[in-house]
């Protein structure tokens, strides 16, 4: 069975320096898809970069990059230039390519911007 | 394009009281899901449909918990009857299960408080 395993449960940074959330899977797959999504504490689900397995190239959007490492089943995700707005839970989740639609999450990282 | 409508935004009932909670996805997704959030338990997936039809209802915690999509536009989850460990925020996410790399979204979720 898929798993998605995020390590720290609470990570604090400094105001306009870079953070780097950690996230580990365990599946027999091949193609896979992963995403990162953000949750403040307005509670909405915010999806906020994804991953192709079968794409090495790291995807980034503006601030937020992903360090994919297959081999390792390693997907961190990189915050540059970090900022208040950013304070909020981060999830890792981990969905196949076919067959079953469900995703799996992870227990999720907290997130702490230091003015 | 408005996103997933949940209501109520809140519930607060009294044990034994039927709760139920609705869902509108987005336009177009055929894939429907069912979450529930506890500080303890994290996110956990409830039940998910395709096409209007339960795939996967082997995280409804138990028969007291009901969920149907009579149509492409609609959902409901249903407690009957409510207990206070019923008390977490639900969530209901949409995607088009036809490409991988689409990704759930999100609703802004129910805040449930059995008294």
């Known amino acids: 069975a898929q798993t998605v395993t995020q390590s720290q449960p609470e990570m604090s940074v400094q105001e306009a320096e870079t953070v780097t959330l950690s996230c580990t899977y365990d599946?027999?797959?091949?193609?896979?898809?992963l995403f990162w999504y953000k949750q403040p504490p307005s509670r909405q689900m915010i999806l906020v970069i994804r991953q192709e397995a079968y794409k090495q190239q790291n995807a980034t959007e503006n601030r937020f990059s992903v360090n994919f490492q297959k081999a390792a089943k390693s997907f961190s995700l990189k915050i540059s230039d970090s900022q208040l707005g950013d304070a909020a839970m981060y999830f890792c989740?981990?969905?196949?390519?076919?067959?079953?639609?469900?995703?799996?999450f992870g227990t999720g990282t907290r997130l702490k911007v230091l003015a | 394009d408005a996103g997933v409508i949940q209501s109520p935004r809140h519930e607060v009932t009294e044990m034994g009281q039927e709760v139920t909670l609705r869902c509108k996805p987005i336009?177009?997704?055929?894939?429907l899901f069912w979450y529930r959030q506890t500080m303890m338990r994290g996110l956990e997936l409830l039940i998910y449909?395709?096409?209007?039809?339960?795939?996967?209802d082997s995280g409804m915690p138990e028969d007291r918990f009901s969920a149907k999509m009579p149509n492409a536009s609609f959902s409901t989850l249903k407690i009957q009857p409510s207990e206070p460990r019923d008390s977490a925020v639900y969530f209901c996410?949409?995607?088009?299960?036809?490409?991988?790399?689409?990704?759930?979204?999100f609703g802004d979720g129910t805040r449930l408080s059995i008294l």
């Open positions: 449909f395709n096409n209007n039809v339960p795939i996967d």
């Open positions: 989740a981990y969905r196949v390519t076919s067959g079953t639609y469900k995703y799996i």
């Open positions: 599946t027999s797959e091949s193609d896979y898809y």
């Open positions: 336009s177009g997704h055929n894939s």
């Open positions: 996410a949409s995607s088009f299960s036809g490409d991988g790399n689409q990704p759930q979204h």
